[in-house]
Each structure stands twice: as C-alpha cells, then as structure tokens.
C-alpha cells in the first residue's frame, strides 16, 4: 500500500485557500473514489490526469484508489489541482520521492499530452502559498509572469509535466526560477481637455474623483455625458500596492487579466451594456462563483450609461455593495465575497426619445417622461452624492477657443493634493475617501460649523433632502473644502455640494 500528498490552492471568492491532495493507493478489487466536494471539473480531472500520466509512458495507481481533497468541507472547482493530483499519483507509484512533493505547491491544468495549461485565480493562490509558509511555486508557463508579481515566493515554470517530474527526480534539466520582465509604461487615457465646455460636468467629475463620490450625469445626447465618464479613471490616483493587489486579484479570478499582464495600477473602467443581468453585474454563476462588473471595477470606476434601460431590480441589486463595499454572492454549494469599493457613474437621457434638440424637439408626454426618470429608484439615487444636469453644448462653447479646458494632468494634480489632505484626516480610521465616512463618523469627528449649514438645513426641512441626503452633501462640503485647500468647510463649499446634489429649483 502507497500513499502520497501533494498540496495545491483553491479559491474562495478572490481568496486561495491551501488544498492537500492525498492519494492513497490500497490492494483490493480496481476502483477509484475521489473525495472533499469536487465539482464536475475536478471529478473530469481524474481522467486527464491518468491519460496524461500514461501518454508519458507512465503507470497510474491501479489498486483501490483513494483521492482525498483537504479540508474536505471547502467545495473544490476548476481545474488547478491537476498537476498537484498528477505529482501524488506518480508518488504514490514509486516514481517520485515523497519527500520532495510536498515541498512546493502545484497549481495548473494537465493537458491530455502533458501540456501544463494555465488557469485563473494564480495571484491569489501564490499569495496563499507564501502566507502559508511555503517558499516554491511549480506552474505552467503560461501563468508564471502572473505568479511572479508575489514576492517572497520562488516561482518555477514548466510548459510540461515531464519537465516537472525530471526537475523532482533531480534528473536533467531543473526548472530556474522564473523573472518577470519589466513592466511596459503606461499608455496615456483619454484626456479631459478633449471635453468641450461643459464647465459643471468637469467640475463634478473632479470632485467626484477627489472625494470617491457616486456620479449620476444627466443630459441629452452629445452632451458629453460618456466622454466625462470615461476620463474620470485618469485623473484618479494611481493604485497603492495593496489596492492594486486587489485589483489585479480580481481581473485573475475573473479570467479577464492577460498574459503577461504587470500589477494594475491604473484604476479600472467597467461600462456594461444596459441588457446586462444581476449575475453579470453583482457576480455569482451556476458553477464557480465569478466576480461581477461591480468587482471587477474594485478600485475604479462603474459606468452604466443609459441608466434607466437597465432593469430597476437590476439597479437596485447594487444598493447594498456600493454601501458595504463588499458583495457576498450565496449559492447552494456555498459563497463568495468579492471586494467592490468602486466608485458608480450613472448617464442618463431627460426622456426616452432623447432629441439632441432639447425640450424643445421632445415628443414625449409629461407622464413619459416621469415613467421614465421613475426607473431609478429614490433609494438607489439617494446614494449618489453628485447629481448633474448637463446642457446641450452650445455653438458658442463649440466654436470658443480662447479658453484652453484644463487636461488631465492638471486636474490630478488638484486630485492627488485633495486625496492627500484627506489621508491627513482620515488616518486611523481604515478609511481611504471622503466619500466613505459614515454619517455618524462625519458629524461626531468632524462636524460642521451650523451657519455653515444653514442652506442644507433649510433644504432638509422642506423636505428636498433627506437625512442621509445631508451627510452626503456635507461629505461633499469636505471634498470641495479639500480641494480649496481649507481646513474647515464654509458657506460657498455646503452651497456648491447641494447644488451638486439638487435641481436649481430644489436648491
């Protein structure tokens, strides 16, 4: 009788989790059971993992055969356990020395040649592995440049499972630790000074940035609505190492970060199309639980232009995340917790026919209309701090050049400044923006002086503000205080943030 354990890394939402993978080989009648919630994936992987063995030249355990999977109440999916599974199998043959197998950790797909095959989710299961103890990492090549943005971890390649039974059996070539290449320079963004006019929609996209807030952009057609939406990323702050980390975590698990890829350390941009469901918004899958586009923009920014063709159960799904910062999708096997700290654009058109001629060109009735703006619930718009009504672009504002609009390099500078004074008063607290200060946070540590107030105040009593609907627009006040380099919020920064906030009539 053999036996032999390997370990491996499986994923629990964008975390690894240390798997042992034990294969005991007894004497008795043929069979094979494979144990510890495997899903269809890992149960296929038997049957790779034999054909490759033997397509070697070979010999796969044959007795009563026992795969275990530890910790057995942690469900297993995908196919990383492959070459973990295949190293066991092979020691528990007398083919390799138990000793050095379970030294390292072996993630990767085994091919029915022998092919190593990357998979996804390699990030967060090598930072498992080193937070575990263990100092080597063997993976395909494929996924090595990723593996490598872990320190302190020895990464070894291989594009075969030959290559990684010679490197154990210290016979022929041995694997060399892998070295990443330099990462390439970013590529410039889209620049703000490519916005024409539109004064207020720059002016709230920076706040917006200096202050995390959520941005809801309304207007016709033209108005630029798209082009503020996706150059608000760059002039955001470029990730700091433990922000990136997450991110990049996140674009591995979702199979959306490419070979070779470096560290994310450009804030990301997610704009799905208004037909998108829950699932492919908040995360979730009949299978393995994936990250949504909520997730997967961690860090950056959600843009869900023409808002209100989105479905309102749809919308209203993101209500709790964008609060928490965090979404736990439940499936019956089990769940998932996905960071989203992101920072949600909406657009939208003032009706459905959306004439680029304005009220004036509009064939829609008043009831339309107000169907129409209903689709975004109060309790979702009562979570965006910034609400902006943007004018159509006037010929004037098109054909005036005298005015040069400021790029994005001058405006991240005023972000970063803003951000910095913000670090300053936020330390000690774990929170990273103004526009995650918690009410109650914001009114005991850091409170307003009333006369200040006096605009909110009233606004509140007539019933245009809600309570919550203060707290953002003092958060605002913050940012806005930030920005101009005071101290305290005065008069001008709690009238400028309601009138971000309300209608002109409201305010």
Partial sequence: MAQARTWSVGLVGVTGALVEVAVDDAPGAPGLSLVGLPDAVV???????RAAVRRCGWSFPDGRVTIALSPAAMPKQGAGFDLALAVAALAATGKLVLHDVDQPVFLGEVGLDGSLRGVRGVLPGVLAARDAGFGTVVLPAAVADEAALV???QVLAAGHLREVVAHLQRRGPRLAPHERAPAPPLPPGPDLADVVGQVTGRRAVEVAAAGGHHLFLSGPPG???TMLAQRLPGILPILDD???????AVASVAGTLPPGAALITRPPFEAPHHSASAVSLVGGGSGQIRPGALSRAHGGVLFLDEAPEFPRTVLDSLRQPLERGTVTVHRAHGSATFPCRTQLVLAANPCPCASPAGDAACSC????RRRYQARLSGPLLDRIDLRVQLPPVTRAGWLDRVAAPESTAVVAARVRAARGAAAERLAGTG???TGEVPGRLLRERWPVPRPALALAERALERGALSLRGLDRVVRVAWTLADLAGRTVPGPDEVGEALGLRLPAAAA
């Avoid at 149960?43 to 993992?49: A, E, F, L, M, Y």
């Avoid at 009735?365 to 339309?368: D, M, N, V």
């Fill in 43 to 49: 149960r296929q992987s038997v049957d790779r993992v």
């Fill in 151 to 153: 320190g302190g971890v």
């Fill in 223 to 225: 108005a630029g609505k």
């Fill in 242 to 248: 433990e922000l990136a980390t997450e991110v990049t």
């Fill in 365 to 368: 009735g008043s009831l339309e």
């Fill in 431 to 433: 929170l990273r923006t």
